[in-house]
């Protein structure tokens, strides 16, 4: 018999707002789902700080601090995530996290002495494929949340483990774990990666990490089975170990532990307010997720576009690249002569500081488009609200999230790719006309997306016919549970 929080969870997500956030979504849901598990998320002090601001008062979360100082890796003082750090230092960041290892291993001691046995299993990142050692070490089953999807993280793996773009000189090249068909681009790969070598701090981190990852227990990935059966299916065959799709993992609360010190914040009552005073599927929402900016350039060209469209809008502004993306925004420096007072007065499009209540704003049924970045958490949360998107990947796997909402889910069109891209007014103004348009491609879109809602929402349902998700998750944890049966 199990008494309430039997057995130990441990939860390492990686050091970045996109991964804390849905590794304590997932921590949620374990809960909802049953009480036999206590769970506890490691980390750095810092982010441990913004974890316990976002976990909402109900949730039994424990939290547990790893000593972590930046400056001993090379990086500026207190810097333990992803935010604010340009993408030459990101590597300083990821090798800095096995430095967690010692202290990870000290907790899993902590447990052991508190519980008298071990973790029932370790739940960790992706990108943390170190703990795989510490977990047989101790003989705890590991699995690795991916919170990208399916298809993204095949290609991110499999793009750093074989680097099939240094042996052809062709622009366009396939990649091992992918039909030919789906050939890839150098463009979609961000600069480092493309001038990659087996030597730099790129690969020295990311080959053997992954190749540790593929030798954890299973993988969990925030996706819904139906939705990216295409990439759920060559992730599986490629990686030879067991994935359950146990999403969609939806932030219950935008951002609430993402606090910035110069956050203006935004009133999400005022927000609604003006959303309410527009016509459904009229407004485009733009946001470029938790810590990306463009040029001024690319800025300025992407205001004269919107204001041309004549389209109804709200835009998530940050200073521009080669500024501090947390100082003030300057609208009449940054845009056009008085763009945010005639927006304001047309009642024709409204200027968000930093940071906006994303999901609620997604939710509402004015929102028409989202202009994205195509980060996977953004692009879930599109999915799942059926608003259809236009694509503007900068780093990580985006590009290749938004190859596949084109290619495979017919959902979004592309604007551009990467901060060093150069666009013009005229192409914005086309695309966004283009997809918010009531009929051909827009009406086409729209169709897709609100299929893809359905999908999303049915993953989830708890009633008698449990949905995909929900039963994965649940087949999961009795993997769990029984795993600890035959270890005790
Ligand atoms: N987000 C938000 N408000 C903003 C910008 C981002 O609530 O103004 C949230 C968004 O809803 C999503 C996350 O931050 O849950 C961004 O994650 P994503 O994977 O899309 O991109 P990343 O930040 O990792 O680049």
């Excluded at 059926?386 to 938004?402: K, L």
């Amino acid at each position: 018999e199990s008494n309430s929080g039997d057995h130990h969870i441990l939860m390492l997500p990686f050091m970045a707002h996109g991964h804390l956030i849905p590794f304590l979504e997932l921590a949620n849901l374990i809960h909802r789902r049953s009480s036999v598990f206590t769970i506890t998320i490691a980390n750095t002090p810092s982010n441990i700080k913004y974890l316990r601001s976002a976990a909402s008062s109900e949730a039994k979360i424990h939290f547990a601090e790893l000593h972590f100082n930046s400056i001993d890796h090379g990086l500026p003082p207190n810097t333990e995530n992803t935010e604010n750090l340009p993408l030459d230092q990101i590597p300083a960041l990821f090798h800095s996290s096995t430095a967690l290892q010692h202290p990870v291993r000290q907790l899993i001691s902590d447990i052991v002495q508190k519980d008298g046995k071990p973790p029932v299993c370790i739940i960790s990142d992706v990108f943390f494929g170190w703990s795989v050692a510490i977990a047989r070490s101790f003989n705890i089953p590991i699995f690795n949340f991916t919170t990208c999807g399916a298809y993204g993280s095949l290609a991110y793996i499999s793009l750093w483990l074989n680097l099939p773009h240094q042996s052809t000189t062709a622009d366009e090249f396939s990649i091992p774990g992918f039909p030919e068909r789906c050939r890839f681009q150098r463009s979609q790969l961000h600069r480092f990666l493309r001038a990659a070598k087996a030597t730099d701090s790129w690969c020295t981190y990311f080959q053997p990490q992954l190749s540790y990852a593929l030798n954890s227990d299973g993988w969990l990935c925030n996706t819904v089975e139906e939705v990216e059966s295409f990439g759920l299916g060559l992730l599986r065959d490629y990686i030879k170990i067991p994935v359950w799709a146990i999403g969609p993992l939806l932030p219950q609360s935008s951002g609430r532990g993402w606090v910035k010190e110069n956050d203006s914040g935004v009133d999400l009552e005022n927000c609604m307010d003006w959303l309410n005073s527009h016509q459904r599927n009229s407004v485009l929402y733009i946001s470029f997720g938790s810590q990306n900016t463009i040029s001024e350039t690319q800025m300025m060209e992407l205001a004269h576009g919107l204001e041309e469209s004549g389209k109804a809008f709200i835009w998530v502004v940050r200073p521009p690249l080669g500024h501090d993306i947390k100082a003030e925004f300057k609208a009449h420096q940054w845009l056009p002569e008085q763009f945010e007072e005639r927006m304001k007065e047309t009642n024709r499009g409204i200027l968000i500081r930093n940071w906006a209540p994303q999901l609620e704003i997604l939710s509402h049924e004015s929102v028409g488009a989202f202009l994205s970045h195509c980060g996977w958490n953004s692009t879930v949360e599109s999915l799942s609200q059926g608003v259809p998107m236009i694509t503007w990947p900068m780093a990580a796997e985006q590009a290749y999230n938004s190859k596949m909402l084109m290619e495979e889910l017919g959902f979004a069109v592309e604007l551009t790719i990467g901060k060093e891209s150069e666009i013009k007014r005229g192409k914005v103004k086309e695309v966004i006309e283009m997809v918010m348009e009531e009929n051909g491609k827009g009406e086409e879109m729209r169709k897709k997306a609100g299929i893809a809602k359905e999908k999303m929402m049915n993953a989830m349902k708890d009633n008698e016919q449990k949905g995909l998700s929900l039963r994965s998750l649940e087949e999961f944890l009795e993997i769990i549970e029984s795993k600890k049966e035959k270890t005790n």
